[in-house]
Structure formats: structure tokens, C-alpha cells
């Protein structure tokens, strides 16, 4: 079982930056893949970015360039810094925990982007 705890929404104009973090409560070193997710209002939820336990990372094409994750072994925690940000990317984000057979999620946190 992993807890995964969210952190660092808010409210940003567009443009601005904001760094997400994903605590979990054990070591992240054995986990397969963690990611982040979000939904927006009336939207399905879409994945955002992904890393590997390898350190393999993956980005959705609405924000590569943009977004970065990243994740610290010592911290048991996972990033995502989030640059030049745009009102489409206001959501709620969840940090995502997977492996075979096991799939953890986060509460989520609100990121809101004003024009």
C-alpha cells in the first residue's frame, strides 16, 4: 500500500510557473511508474507526464516543453514543475502510482491558471 499526498496547486496567471509535488509514504524506488494526471471540469482525465523507474519520462504533446517531472529517491517524492503556463491547463492534478498489479492515487490538487 503507498499513500500518495499532493501539493502545491493555487491559483497562477498565465505565463506564470508552479511546482507540483507527490509525497508518498514509502520508498518510490521499487514503484514501477509514477505520473500525474488531471480532469478538468466535464473533461475525462488525461495523463500529463510519467516517469519510470528507470527514469524513462513521458509527456502529454500539450505540454511537452513545458512541463518536467522529476523525483527524488531520498524524499520518497515526485515533481512536476510546470512553466509558461496557459488557462487550458487549469485542473484538478493527481499523482499516479503504478506497477503490476497495483495502482495507487492521490487526492488531487487544484491548479488554476487566470488569463
Known amino acids: 500500500q503507498v499513500q500518495l499526498v499532493e501539493s502545491g496547486g493555487g491559483l497562477v496567471q498565465a505565463g506564470g510557473s508552479l511546482r507540483l509535488s507527490c509525497a508518498a509514504s514509502?520508498?518510490?524506488?521499487?514503484?514501477?511508474?509514477m505520473g500525474w494526471y488531471r480532469q478538468a471540469p466535464g473533461k475525462q482525465r488525461e495523463s500529463v507526464a510519467s516517469i519510470t523507474v528507470g527514469g524513462n519520462t513521458n509527456y502529454a504533446d500539450s505540454v511537452k516543453g513545458r512541463f518536467t517531472i522529476s523525483r527524488d529517491f531520498a524524499k520518497n517524492t515526485v515533481y512536476l514543475q510546470m512553466n509558461s503556463l496557459k488557462p487550458e491547463d487549469t485542473a484538478v492534478y493527481y499523482c499516479?502510482?503504478?506497477?503490476?498489479?497495483?495502482?495507487?492515487w492521490g487526492q488531487g490538487t487544484q491548479v488554476t491558471v487566470s488569463s
Open positions: 514509502r520508498s518510490i524506488f521499487s514503484i514501477h511508474a
Open positions: 499516479n502510482a503504478h506497477g503490476t498489479p497495483y495502482e495507487y
